[in-house]
C-alpha cells in the first residue's frame, strides 16, 4: 500500500514521457516526475519518495523533503491566505491547505505558525491544522523522568517555553530553567525534569546535576531533604502513591531507594523511607 503523507519505498517499473512510475508489492502505481528523478537509475531499481497529492487531487511521489511528514508538526510560513483558508509553504511544489476552522487563530501571509499534518477523513486529503493541542495528549504519557526527549517550542510565556514533548505530550520549560535564547519553532534535545500529579511534564535542557547510573536516586535524597527526611513510600507502596509522589513508576522507584539505602543514605521502614 502506497502512504499518502509518508516516506515510500517503491520500485521503478518503467520510464515514460511525464517520468518514472513506481510500484509497490500490491501493484498500486504512482508517477515521479522527470523534475524529481536521480541522476541514475535502472528500471527496477528501488527509491524512497514522498507521496503526496498533486493539483488534482491525485498521489504523486517526490524525492524532495517536505518539512513535516503525517501526524507530525512543523513551523511553517504562511505564503497566501484566500475565501477558503491558508497555504503554507512546507517544502512542495503544492502548498499545504489549512481550512479556516483549523486555525487556533486567522493565519496571516507571511507569518509562521505550528503546524500539524494530518488526512482529513471525508476527503482523504492532507490538511494542515494549527490547532496542535487536538494532537496531543498528556492523559497517558510514554516518558518518564530524566529521559532525553525532542522538543519543538511552540509558544513563549511569562512562565516561560511551551514545548511539543516527542511529537505526542505537552511540556514546559519554566522561565527559571532557561539559560539560552530559545525561539518559537526551535527544535531540541531537553530531558523530562519532572512529572506532575497531573501529568504535567516540566523540561530542562541542560543534563540534569543528578543524572548518574541511577539519576532517581538523588532525585528521591533532594524530596526527602525538602519534606523534612521522610516520604510515605516503600518498597510495598502501590505504584499510583509512587507516581503522585514523585512522578515516576514503581519499578525506578525501587531501583533508586535499592541504591540510596546500599549507599546507607536512607533506611526502609515499614510506613515509608527515612533519610540517614
Not at 115 to 137: A, C, M, P
Not at 157 to 169: L, M, Q, R, W
Request: hydrophobic share 35%.
Amino acid at each position: 500500500m502506497i502512504k499518502l503523507g509518508e516516506y515510500n519505498t517503491l520500485e521503478i517499473l518503467r520510464e515514460t514521457e511525464p517520468g518514472l512510475y513506481l510500484g509497490d508489492e500490491d501493484e498500486n502505481v504512482v508517477l515521479l516526475p522527470h523534475r524529481y528523478k536521480p541522476e541514475e537509475y535502472e528500471i527496477g531499481d528501488e527509491i524512497s519518495v514522498f507521496i503526496y497529492l498533486d493539483n488534482e487531487e491525485r498521489p504523486i511521489a517526490t524525492t524532495l523533503d517536505p518539512f513535516l511528514q503525517l501526524n507530525t508538526f512543523g513551523y511553517l510560513n504562511c505564503s497566501d491566505v484566500n475565501e477558503y483558508g491558508a497555504f503554507m509553504d512546507w517544502g512542495l511544489e503544492k502548498q499545504l491547505f489549512v481550512p479556516f476552522k483549523e486555525q487556533a487563530r486567522p493565519m496571516k501571509k507571511g507569518n509562521w505558525y505550528i503546524v500539524h499534518l494530518y488526512i482529513d477523513e471525508k476527503t482523504n486529503r492532507l490538511v494542515g491544522s494549527s490547532k496542535t493541542n487536538h494532537f496531543l495528549q498528556n492523559e497517558t504519557l510514554t516518558v518518564e523522568p530524566f529521559e532525553e526527549v525532542d522538543i519543538l517550542v511552540t509558544h513563549l510565556t511569562e512562565k516561560g517555553a511551551n514545548a511539543i514533548v516527542n511529537g505526542a505530550h505537552k511540556g514546559l520549560i519554566y522561565i527559571e530553567d532557561i539559560f539560552e535564547d530559545i525561539r518559537t519553532g526551535d527544535r531540541m534535545k531537553a530531558f523530562i525534569k519532572k512529572i506532575r500529579p497531573d501529568n504535567k511534564i516540566d523540561l530542562v535542557l541542560q543534563t540534569p546535576g543528578y543524572k548518574s547510573i541511577e539519576p532517581n536516586a538523588n532525585f528521591i535524597r533532594e524530596e526527602l531533604e525538602a519534606a523534612g527526611g521522610f516520604l510515605p513510600l516503600h518498597d510495598k507502596s502501590d505504584p499510583d502513591s509512587i507516581k503522585n509522589l514523585l512522578g515516576m513508576s514503581k519499578k525506578s522507584f525501587k531501583k533508586a531507594i535499592g541504591t540510596l539505602y546500599k549507599d546507607k543514605q536512607i533506611a526502609i521502614k515499614e510506613d515509608g523511607i527515612e533519610l540517614l
